[in-house]
């Protein structure tokens, strides 16, 4: 590897100067992406009403619910190629690279094909408002289309954050919003091409951003030794092993979550398409919060992933102390706007009456969803950068399932509380990964190799 490598080492310097100077691209890339994804639902809404974001809502669900390998496996293989990087194993680098490559366009392919032959039953499972069953239909269709992109940003991104780059991810995401924007307005304002415009939006942005951060991973590829041969492709056991034990943990935590918000999506979408439609606000919400949170997040796992690699404990603490400090200051700003001007918020949606009527039931579950975002930046930071798998297995089932569910359950079911209780459930079980990653830091095994 070349001494003007790509490679950014973060073991060394200011803690807070490294880790907002590496988060501060990631949470504008998150943010682009947030908000091209809230610009479909903006436009729709406008255009449309009621009905169309009922589906961009719910193929929204679907579609993040397909990505789960994605970016369960991606962030896995980030946090495996920080820590080579910190112990210097440039031919595990390689070898992690290239498994990861082969392993998610593959499992991308498997996906697609699949969720296409079965997709009447995707959108009976999740209770699709008949009003809006054509419109979804045309939404997740296009976007099964799409998802080898999805899958493939995902793996480029990885391999640039685990190295300590944040900068060129942004400018990839940057192009895709870029090009959403004006493809939304252009699709669906211009053409009328009603929802799959916003699909064919949303895929072709994500296509363009996949082509250029590949074609820019394999212009530097001399700087980071991957040649990208065709046998550079060929899955390694050991790599393989490393990247199953952390990834499998980390995509079945994320698919969890992913189940668990569609089980609570399908509760909400059987009371009606004005309730669909709320459900559509508040997941863009909580999206732009958690983005926010998790671009902090990325950059914390990243850090401490390298800093364990050199065995420089010392730092870990402080990078979490700051890494929450920064994502709850995040939360009580956003919290102050929804709490004291949520029509302005609810307004930019649409200006359906009837959905507006409603809409300030998402008040407390989304201000209680944005602190949770933050305890989530100090949970996931110490038990993603440590790499510990089972933690990430145990988060998966508390989290995602028994808390997720049950509460959701409890509040909105058995007391009555319909969909508010469904969405403070889902927002209370947001706090579960702070019980996990505060016992397990606490009890120093995160300085012990996997």
Known sequence: MKS?????????????????????????????????????????????????????STGGNILHLLTFVAMGFSSAGQVIIAREVGMQD??????TIGTLFTLLFSIALLISVGCYIFRDNLLQLVNTPQEAYAYTMDYTVICILGLIFIYGYNVVSAIMRGMGDSKRPFMFV?????????????????FKMEVAGAAWATVIGQSFSFIFAFAYLYKRKEEFGFDFKLKSFIP????????????????LQSASISISQTVVAAWVNSFGIIYSAIAGIISKLNMMMGIMSNSITTAAASMIGQNLGARKYDRVPKILAWAFGGAFTLSVIGSI?????????FGMFTSDEAVLAEATIIVLPAILNFFGAATRCFAFGIIN???????????????????????????????????????????????????IGGVFYLSGFWKKEE
């Not at 440039?90 to 070898?95: L, T, Y």
């Open 385 to 435: 950068g440590s790499g510990n798998s089972k933690l990430n297995l145990c988060v998966a089932i508390l989290d995602g399932m028994i808390a997720r569910v049950g509460l959701a359950y409890l509040l909105g079911w058995a007391l009555g509380m319909g969909p508010k209780g469904f969405w403070l459930g889902d927002a209370l079980a947001g706090f579960m990964p702070l019980v």
């Open 4 to 56: 003007n490598s790509m490679v950014k080492d973060l073991t060394n310097g200011s803690v807070p100067k490294l880790l907002f100077a590496f988060a501060a691209p990631l949470f504008v890339s998150n943010a682009l992406q947030a908000i091209y994804n809230i610009v479909d639902m903006i436009v729709v809404g406008q255009v449309i009403g009621g009905s169309g974001m009922s589906a961009v």
């Open 337 to 345: 706007v929804i709490k004291y001007d949520p029509d302005m918020i």
């Open 90 to 95: 440039h031919d595990g680098i390689k070898k």
């Open 236 to 251: 390694d056991g050991n790599a393989m092993a490393k990247i199953s034990a952390l990834g499998i943990p980390m995509a």
């Open 174 to 190: 940057a192009i895709a919003a870029i090009i959403n924007i004006v493809l939304d307005i252009v699709f669906v304002a211009g």
